[in-house]
């Protein structure tokens, strides 16, 4: 899944929550699925730094 995809179905998830229409097993659930869907998207923002990291200082060796 997409990092923005990723987004979207986080934001799905809290808006679904924020209704309070869920059980609270449902509620669990999803608020698993989010804790998980977060660290993905913060294992992406990650990598994208450290890629940005390396091009700025291959630039800067140049």
């Known amino acids: 899944m997409t990092f923005e995809k990723t987004m979207d179905r986080l934001k799905e998830i809290i808006s679904t929550l924020e209704a309070g229409n869920t ?6 659930e999803l608020y698993k699925e989010a804790i998980s869907l977060s660290i ?10 450290l890629q940005v990291e390396i091009i700025d200082k291959d630039l800067n060796a140049k």
């Open 23 to 28: 059980t609270l097993d449902e509620s669990l």
């Open 40 to 49: 993905d998207c913060k294992k992406e923002i990650q990598n994208a730094k």
